[in-house]
């Protein structure tokens, strides 16, 4: 992972509808259950997020045992049922940079008291290249280029709680392949300055992806000493993640994030993770951010 990440953007060009409200139980202003469907645009909110700058550590390649520090925007703005911007992630599956924009909002509230959320719309990702002198590992394998993955997304929350699945193509010459992910976590309020944040996370990638970044071919076995090896699809890792945001005022905050994720199948048993690296990644990433 390069210190010089490119944030993404996402042109906006949606059609506006009012959304649709449907009452299905109960019409006291207390009790009152409505089921709110919305496309386009969204009622008028406020930009809503932070933007910072921090440091991490994280391993040199996907599979390495050793970590290397690095600088790293970091980023997450969002207009409520509209749009996202992250920057950089304790998380490999997010990439090094991601934006999504939201075409489709269910909500469903009790009296003034939202129950349930889901939303789901398109997202692009970006994803930093991989250099043969990165790692004393990587020699004879060659450079993987930069990734620009392109999908979608769908996103469910109740209270604290959320879940969401992504599936990401690229379309740039990195690694060609399909990435589906899956997390989901719990946020909770510690006090009025400490919020903290707990999640769980995997992936599937297929062939494509797990040769790009796994496999061996015979050119680069004969150049750098590794068994060749075929990489397949299947699910390629499970992960937890926490992160932490302390307020010290009402616009700067310190935001901290560590992750442990553990490869699976065909990356657990490439030569590149099982001989010159480790199954076992660790990362960790903290910074200072202004809040708005």
């Not at 390069?2 to 649709?20: C, E, R, S, W, Y």
């Not at 003034?112 to 719309?121: E, V």
């Not at 993640?241 to 310190?254: G, M, P, V």
């Not at 553990?262 to 030569?271: I, V």
Request: hydrophobic share 40%; charged share 20%; net charge negative.
């Amino acid at each position: 992972m390069k210190p010089n990440i490119a944030m993404v953007a996402v042109a906006t060009g949606l059609m506006t509808a009012q959304p649709f409200h449907a009452a299905l139980a109960d019409d006291s202003p207390d009790n009152s259950r409505r089921l709110s469907l919305g496309f386009g645009v969204p009622e008028p909110a406020a930009v809503e997020g932070y933007v910072g700058m921090g440091a991490g550590l994280f391993p040199v390649y996907e599979g390495a045992d050793e970590l290397g520090a690095t600088a790293q925007p970091l980023a997450d703005i969002r207009y409520p049922g509209l749009f996202f911007l992250k920057g950089a992630s304790v998380n490999p599956n997010d990439g090094q940079a991601s934006a999504g924009l939201t075409v489709l909002n269910l909500t469903y509230a009790k009296g003034s008291d939202t129950k349930a959320r889901f939303s789901l719309g398109p997202q692009v990702r970006y994803r930093s290249d991989r250099d043969e002198d990165d790692s004393d590992a990587l020699s004879g394998m060659g450079d993987v280029d930069d990734s620009v993955e392109v999908g979608g997304f769908l996103e469910a929350s109740t209270g604290p709680l959320s879940a969401e699945v992504s599936v990401a193509q690229d379309v740039g010459s990195g690694h060609d392949g399909l990435l589906v992910a899956f997390g989901t976590k719990y946020t909770a309020p510690i006090s009025d300055r400490l919020t903290v944040a707990a999640g769980l996370s995997t992936s599937w990638a297929d062939a494509d992806y797990t040769q790009t970044y796994f496999g061996i071919s015979s050119a680069q076995a004969s150049q750098s000493g590794l068994a060749a090896f075929d990489g397949g699809s299947g699910f390629k890792d499970v992960g937890v993640q926490i992160e932490a945001s302390y307020a010290l005022s009402d616009d700067w905050a310190i935001n901290g994030q560590a992750g442990y994720q553990r490869l699976l199948s065909d990356a657990a048993d490439s030569p590149l993770v099982d001989q010159e690296g480790s199954a076992d990644q660790f990362l960790a990433l903290i910074g200072v951010t202004y809040r708005f």
